[in-house]
């Protein structure tokens, strides 16, 4: 067995001979080298600290009984990453929420620059808007806007029409602007 430590440099090759060989320091290495982005990743995708913990576990489970099908081909990272987003949706699709929807009422656009935006809102309060989306708007915003995928590929791995994601898309960005001008005018109020 390949011994492993926070001390020593690391070396992806060894840790994933280590991992292929189930060996539980390499597991912990990857895990560690590797949890604070995915941890990231899954809170976009999860309403809670608890279920996106759950997803990184669950995802992590399959990293290490798939490690054999890393072929190198891409970075370890990516394909850890596309695991995490499959595991996310597998839950989501598990727990039958993607056809929830919310009514929305008086939705107003932004006259805010994207740049105004950023340095007015905490990335945490960004995130904690994307988390209250419905289900289904969160998870096709999340698929569109930060991992790039078209209608057409959404609408394959969540098993809906196209229509159906343009319109979660169009949604879920109505009640995210809303809640941008929510937060920015709370904060305009409390700087007054």
């Not at 096709?140 to 196209?162: D, M, P, R």
Request: hydrophobic share 35%.
């Amino acid at each position: 067995m390949t011994k492993w430590s926070e001390s020593s440099p690391v070396d992806l090759d060894t840790l994933i001979k280590g991992c292929l060989e189930k060996d539980r320091q390499a597991q912990n290495g990857l895990y560690k080298l590797f949890s604070g982005k995915m941890l990231n990743l899954c809170f976009r995708y999860s309403r809670s600290r608890e279920e996106a913990e759950d997803t990184l576990v669950e995802g992590f489970m399959k990293v290490f009984e798939n490690m054999h099908q890393f072929k190198k081909k891409g970075s370890l990272e990516g394909w850890i990453r596309r695991i995490m987003v499959n595991t996310a949706i597998e839950k989501y699709r598990r727990a039958n929420k993607l056809y929830r929807t919310v009514q929305l009422n008086e939705v107003r656009e932004v006259d805010f620059s994207a740049e105004s935006i950023l340095n007015e809102i905490h990335v945490k309060d960004l995130i904690s808007l994307i988390q209250k989306l419905p289900s289904g708007y969160q998870i096709v915003f999340n698929l569109y806007v930060f991992e790039g995928l078209k209608h057409k590929e959404i609408a394959e791995k969540l098993g809906i029409s196209e229509g159906t994601s343009k319109s979660n898309l169009f949604d879920a960005r109505a009640i995210l602007q809303k809640g941008i001008a929510n937060s920015l005018t709370e904060a305009k109020a409390s700087n007054e």
